[in-house]
């Protein structure tokens, strides 16, 4: 609907001499009553011409060329809307076009020869994944996704840090337990991580080394403790995002920068351009230039990198390896640390608008009304694979993304486990689910819709108002796609599949479909099978099942 209204309009534009490059923007109105879709181009050109924007809109709508077949009504609304409302038989002849396309319809080219990297999750390997972490890589996983059914080539990545304080912990608690397991009275570190996890991976230490860690100098054991509870985790994590069905193509380590003295090079550049100086034993980076409130240390007194250097060193990484778009998604804990991240970013000479932050707020975990704020095995946190095991991965997915990202997410456990239509994703398969019933019902019948006969549906006789209100809504899928490419948002997919399943039940609920009119019956068959088909392609972006049958 979008495309044939910006080429008649552009068409008018251009006949009263108006054209002048801009991008028509059409949306749909809050209120049904004011059509199927609307635009402001008027509004946007009354100010130029210096003229009245309704007299504008006069001018415009007078020039367009519109067919009665496929527009009933155009009108001027406020300060200068122009309002469009489509027959119902241009609406539905689009839906052979839908089947058509099945799979591939909402993709684009838009993104075509670019190539975007997003980074999400970049826990540290110090224990299992919290349910924080399970959202991000819900929400940056479905991005990956959309991203790619933009046509961009799109790079999953992880970045993790396996050096410092925190390893050095994991690597004492991980040694600790190791030797409680031969003597029960061996002390464990006071700040040491708790949990059961750590005495699983002292046990699979045991069954590979048995005692020998005992007869070690207790440098090079605790040496071979962090290398060995490292990997063990880094597996236990990969195995958890496998359960969501999330991969990544590339998991970058923090260390290689320091090794291959990429950090050096930072600061020896900014010191080039004057950006970095001494003071007090630090080194400091003149965040002032861009725009911040004070200077930043970069290295501290005692030498130790700040968690900025490294950051703006990974984001030169990232560029130089020939990125167009950076996503960077975070939890809403780092998001004081981003504006000196892209002060740096411009100070090495990148351009900081390539980098789009995506940032999410915290989850909070219900069952029965009440929070749940800790498991046995991580001692002060609920872990994804937990989650997981609960309520399956589609609800874990579905349900960390149906809220805005920048939202605080209230997870009801007792609602993902219950199986009727209050389960948003429930809700969702269930009507995926029906309409397979109903197409093999249809095909049992002999009168089931075949690929090959999509252009002799007659869907000019779907003429109910539940039935074009049905397939009005599946013909907004690929602007849907359009809009979260444009804001990042993804919890507008879930909003929109929700109206879908809502607009094919009140369809559903009011008219027959396998009916003795066989025209018929074989047009309405055929808007169950484009709702299946819009409801499987969101659920392929969302990561999670459509099911044949429930």
Same mark, same amino acid.
Request: net charge neutral; glycine share 8%.
């Given at each position: 609907?979008?495309?044939?209204?910006?080429?008649?309009?552009?068409?008018?534009?251009?006949?009263?001499?108006?054209?002048?490059?801009?991008?028509?923007?059409?949306?749909?109105?809050?209120?049904?009553?004011?059509?199927?879709?609307?635009?402001?181009?008027?509004?946007?050109?009354?100010?130029?011409?210096?003229?009245?924007?309704?007299?504008?809109?006069?001018?415009?709508?007078?020039?367009?060329?519109?067919?009665?077949?496929?527009?009933?009504?155009?009108?001027?609304?406020?300060?200068?809307?122009?309002?469009?409302?489509?027959?119902?038989?241009?609406?539905?002849?689009?839906?052979?076009?839908?089947?058509?396309?099945?799979?591939?319809?909402? *993709?684009?080219?838009?993104?075509?020869?670019?190539?975007?990297?997003?980074?999400?999750?970049?826990?540290?390997?110090?224990?299992?994944?919290?349910?924080?972490?399970?959202?991000?890589?819900?929400?940056?996983?479905?991005?990956?996704?959309?991203?790619?059914?933009?046509?961009?080539? =799109?790079?999953?990545?992880?970045?993790?840090?396996?050096?410092?304080?925190?390893?050095?912990?994991?690597?004492?608690?991980?040694?600790?337990?190791?030797?409680?397991?031969?003597?029960?009275?061996?002390?464990?570190?006071?700040?040491?991580?708790?949990?059961?996890?750590?005495?699983?991976?002292?046990?699979?230490?045991?069954?590979?080394?048995?005692?020998?860690?005992?007869?070690?100098?207790?440098?090079?054991?605790?040496?071979?403790?962090?290398?060995?509870?490292?990997?063990?985790?880094?597996?236990?994590?990969?195995?958890?995002?496998?359960?969501?069905?999330?991969?990544?193509?590339?998991?970058?380590?923090?260390?290689?920068?320091?090794?291959?003295?990429?950090?050096?090079?930072?600061?020896?550049?900014?010191?080039?351009?004057?950006?970095?100086?001494?003071?007090?034993?630090?080194?400091?980076?003149?965040?002032?230039?861009?725009?911040?409130? *004070?200077?930043?240390?970069?290295?501290?007194?005692?030498?130790?990198?700040?968690?900025?250097?490294?950051?703006?060193?990974?984001?030169?990484?990232?560029?130089?390896?020939?990125?167009?778009?950076?996503?960077?998604?975070?939890?809403?804990?780092?998001?004081?640390?981003?504006?000196? =991240?892209?002060?740096?970013?411009?100070?090495?000479?990148?351009?900081? &608008?390539?980098?789009?932050?995506?940032?999410?707020?915290?989850?909070?975990?219900?069952?029965?009304?009440?929070?749940?704020?800790?498991?046995?095995?991580?001692?002060?946190?609920?872990?994804?694979?937990?989650?997981?095991?609960?309520?399956?991965?589609?609800?874990?997915?579905?349900?960390?993304?149906?809220?805005?990202?920048?939202?605080?997410?209230?997870?009801?456990?007792?609602?993902?486990?219950?199986?009727?239509?209050?389960?948003?994703?429930?809700?969702?398969?269930?009507?995926?689910?029906?309409?397979?019933?109903?197409?093999?019902?249809?095909?049992?019948?002999?009168?089931?819709?075949?690929?090959?006969?999509?252009?002799?549906?007659?869907?000019?006789?779907?003429?109910?108002?539940? &039935?074009?209100?049905?397939?009005?809504?599946?013909?907004?899928?690929?602007?849907?796609?359009?809009?979260?490419?444009?804001?990042?948002?993804?919890?507008?997919?879930?909003?929109?599949?929700?109206?879908?399943?809502?607009?094919?039940?009140?369809?559903?609920?009011?008219?027959?479909?396998?009916?003795?009119?066989?025209?018929?019956?074989?047009?309405?068959?055929?808007?169950?099978?484009?709702?299946?088909?819009?409801?499987?392609?969101?659920?392929?972006?969302?990561?999670?099942?459509?099911?044949?049958?429930?």
């Amino acid at each position: 609907m979008k495309k044939f209204l910006t080429e008649k309009v552009s068409a008018a534009l251009a006949t009263l001499g108006y054209r002048d490059g801009m991008t028509l923007v059409f949306e749909k109105p809050k209120l049904q009553a004011h059509g199927d879709l609307t635009t402001n181009v008027a509004m946007l050109l009354a100010k130029s011409l210096k003229k009245n924007p309704r007299a504008v809109a006069q001018e415009i709508v007078g020039a367009l060329k519109l067919e009665p077949e496929n527009v009933s009504k155009v009108e001027i609304a406020g300060p200068g809307f122009i309002n469009f409302t489509f027959t119902g038989s241009f609406v539905t002849r689009q839906l052979g076009t839908l089947l058509a396309q099945g799979a591939a319809f909402g *993709k684009s080219t838009l993104g075509a020869g670019k190539k975007i990297q997003v980074e999400f999750v970049s826990a540290n390997p110090t224990g299992p994944l919290s349910v924080g972490h399970g959202r991000q890589a819900a929400v940056g996983d479905t991005l990956a996704n959309l991203l790619q059914w933009m046509g961009y080539a =799109v790079t999953r990545e992880y970045y993790y840090n396996n050096a410092g304080r925190q390893m050095r912990m994991l690597a004492e608690s991980t040694y600790a337990r190791y030797i409680q397991l031969f003597d029960d009275s061996h002390p464990f570190p006071e700040d040491g991580y708790q949990g059961d996890y750590i005495r699983d991976i002292a046990e699979s230490l045991r069954t590979q080394k048995g005692g020998a860690l005992r007869k070690q100098d207790k440098e090079q054991a605790l040496e071979f403790c962090k290398s060995f509870a490292e990997q063990f985790l880094f597996e236990e994590i990969k195995k958890v995002l496998a359960r969501m069905g999330v991969k990544f193509d590339v998991f970058y380590n923090e260390d290689s920068l320091y090794s291959s003295g990429k950090i050096q090079e930072v600061i020896q550049e900014l010191r080039t351009k004057g950006l970095a100086y001494d003071q007090d034993g630090a080194v400091w980076f003149k965040a002032t230039t861009f725009g911040a409130e *004070k200077d930043r240390v970069i290295v501290k007194s005692t030498g130790e990198p700040t968690y900025r250097l490294p950051d703006i060193a990974y984001h030169r990484e990232k560029f130089r390896r020939g990125f167009d778009v950076i996503v960077d998604i975070f939890g809403a804990d780092h998001i004081a640390t981003i504006p000196d =991240v892209l002060a740096g970013v411009k100070a090495l000479g990148y351009d900081s &608008e390539k980098v789009k932050v995506v940032i999410h707020q915290f989850v909070t975990l219900l069952k029965d009304g009440q929070q749940v704020k800790m498991s046995k095995r991580a001692a002060n946190f609920v872990t994804l694979d937990e989650l997981i095991d609960e309520v399956g991965s589609d609800a874990v997915r579905f349900f960390f993304i149906m809220r805005s990202i920048s939202s605080h997410l209230e997870f009801d456990l007792n609602l993902a486990k219950e199986q009727s239509e209050n389960n948003p994703v429930y809700y969702l398969q269930y009507a995926h689910a029906r309409i397979a019933s109903i197409l093999r019902f249809a095909e049992g019948e002999g009168s089931g819709p075949k690929l090959e006969g999509f252009a002799s549906i007659k869907f000019e006789l779907l003429r109910e108002q539940a &039935e074009i209100d049905l397939a009005k809504i599946l013909l907004e899928f690929p602007d849907t796609i359009e809009r979260i490419h444009s804001n990042f948002e993804p919890h507008h997919l879930p909003n929109y599949l929700n109206d879908v399943a809502a607009a094919f039940h009140r369809f559903y609920h009011d008219h027959r479909v396998v009916i003795d009119d066989k025209a018929l019956s074989q047009a309405r068959l055929g808007l169950c099978l484009a709702t299946k088909t819009v409801l499987s392609n969101g659920f392929a972006i969302l990561g999670i099942s459509a099911p044949e049958r429930m």
